[in-house]
């Protein structure tokens, strides 16, 4: 396997700080506090959830600034963790996931009109640890209700699992431990011990770490759980927030897609064709192009992929492998998914996983419960598949008991400008570029630091704009207009996209056929 090796952000993207913000800030399923009067700062936090029947995987990659003080993150649970359910990871695994998922700018040729005829391929969719010092419970403190239920050490990390009767007595006593915890934290905790929960407490000693230029290069973590719902807290990533915020969550399911359960769900305009001046702007293309999809339906989480873990097309890195569907927690999941295998060794194929990539962005006050997840119906969009008058799809369509095939797409089109000799061309055949290779294909990563408020969509999207997204501006043709295909060359089993509208995750009625996408030559693997 190909690692990719750029450190990227899955999971909130932007910068929290436990004291002071002068600038957009991170959700996080959690906040940090420091020892010795420290202020700290995250500045990526990288999240994958794995369900299967009650069970939920949780791994998580952070990148601290800060002095090298001790300092821990706090993140609130459902049940008491013991050793045997928490795991350090390696990094490369969450890049790989961030590349795979992101939305694409993919860049195609049209091939030769008087050349060899190929046929519209067709992709099968589905495809030693430190030892433990285990101390002995403290007692509580005082009267405040805080009790430690379990401690243990995990790689770097000295992990504390609290639980607290009063959400004062929890915030006295972290602060009369030393940790710097920000003013107005008892309100934010205050649900979470209504409810119950537990408090996973992440200590990581920096004698134990390597800084690189302030930041500490920790192990991802990764821990798991059984608990009938499905969600991910992030409130209490939201106590310093000063402006607004993304979160980015990908979950892998067997055979399921996920959506939000308690927000509206929206997926995200796909399949423009668009101007060459994309390719050195397409992180502020897209971060405009969500917004003014965000602005149809406030508060909305917006799905921008959703696909097999063992397929892409077109696919910025290779598909997730077996033992990276495993990493993330496939080898622990719930008994149910294969009762007679044992559980050491078990493998998992990983086409049966779906991997969905949920997208939002609030502000502080916007953001009243933590995400709670449900399973959605299958959902295609975002692939070279055209309609009758050779238009291509630019919304999701649910296609009930189908496959998952849902990314944000977005084209750079070269038309063909050699000499057509042929009494028959066939046009609109599009694949790598001249002299062969494969088209290429940019993820867009970083969202959060995009720039935002320089782009006008109208000046980059090619052709006519769905007049339902209501772009800024006049839309126009840019540059040498795309060559529709026409009804004989479009994609065998293609069916129309009908509304071009921005597309509820869950419209009623609506749907299509079960075809993977057509593919001309030069595209896909």
């Known amino acids: 396997m190909r690692h990719v090796r750029k450190k990227l952000a899955i999971a909130a993207t932007a910068v929290v700080t436990l004291s002071s913000l002068a600038h957009e800030a991170d959700a996080f399923c959690g906040f940090y506090v420091g020892g010795a009067g420290a202020k700290l700062f995250n500045d990526a936090t990288q999240v994958v959830l794995m369900r299967e029947g009650t069970r939920t995987v949780l791994s998580m990659e952070n990148h601290y600034k800060g002095p090298p003080a001790k300092f821990a993150m706090v993140v609130p649970v459902p049940v008491v963790l013991q050793k045997e359910n928490v795991k350090t990871l390696t990094k490369d695994v969450f890049a790989h996931v961030e590349q795979l998922t992101a939305p694409r700018l993919v860049e195609y040729w049209e091939q030769d009109p008087c050349g060899p005829q190929y046929e519209m391929r067709k992709r099968a969719m589905g495809a030693p640890m430190p030892p ?22 995990v790689g770097e990390y000295e992990v504390v699992i609290l639980s607290a009767q009063d959400s004062s007595g929890l915030d006295t006593w972290l602060r009369r431990e030393q940790y710097t915890i920000p003013d ?43 608990s009938d719902t ?24 067997k055979g399921t897609r996920y959506e939000v359960a308690n927000y509206p769900n929206v997926t995200i305009p796909t399949n423009f064709d668009v101007a060459e001046a994309a390719r050195g702007k397409f992180g502020a293309f ?11 339906k406030p508060k909305a989480v917006v799905t921008e992929y959703a696909w097999s873990s063992s397929t892409c097309d077109p696919c910025p890195s290779p598909p997730l492998s077996a033992s990276e569907v495993s990493v993330l927690g496939a ?61 291509l799809e630019h919304d999701a369509k649910v296609t009930p008991g189908g496959a998952n095939n849902f990314q944000g797409r ?53 052709g006519t704009v769905p007049q339902a997204f209501a772009l800024p501006g006049a839309p126009m043709p840019l540059g040498s207009p795309v060559v529709p295909v026409p009804p004989a060359a ?26 993977p996408s057509g593919m001309g030559p030069g595209e896909g693997d």
């Open 184 to 226: 107005g934290a008892e309100p934010y905790l205050r649900p979470y011990v209504t409810a119950g929960s537990k408090f996973f407490v992440a200590k990581v000693d920096p004698t134990k770490v390597k800084f690189e230029n302030g930041a500490a290069v920790l192990s991802p973590l990764r821990f798991h759980y059984d």
């Open 410 to 462: 977005y084209a750079i089109r070269h038309p063909w400008t050699g000499p057509v000799s042929c009494a028959n061309p066939r046009r609109g055949i599009w694949g790598g570029p001249p002299g062969g290779g494969k088209p290429t294909t940019r993820p867009a990563v970083d969202l959060a630091f995009a720039p935002r408020g320089s782009v006008q969509l109208a000046t980059f999207v090619k």
């Open 230 to 253: 499905f969600s991910l807290p992030v409130r209490l990533g939201l106590m310093n927030s000063s402006g607004t915020q993304d979160l980015i969550v990908t979950v892998l399911a």
């Open 286 to 296: 897209y971060a405009t192009l969500f917004d003014k999809a965000l602005a149809s």
């Open 132 to 153: 433990t010092s285990m101390a002995a419970p403290a007692k509580e403190k005082d009267d405040l209700g805080v009790k430690i239920e379990a401690q243990f050490t």
């Open 331 to 391: 080898d622990v999941l719930a008994p149910s998914m294969d009762e007679d295998a044992p559980r050491r060794g078990r493998r998992f194929p990983q086409s049966d996983f779906v991997v969905t990539r949920l997208h939002a962005r609030y502000a502080k006050d916007s953001l009243g419960e933590d995400l709670v997840f449900r399973a959605g119906e299958p959902i295609v969009g975002g692939r070279e598949v055209r309609d009758g008058q050779g238009q």
């Open 490 to 515: 479009a994609s065998p089993g293609a069916a129309p996209t009908g509304s071009t509208k921005v597309a509820q995750v869950t419209p009623p009625g609506g749907t299509v056929g079960d075809a």
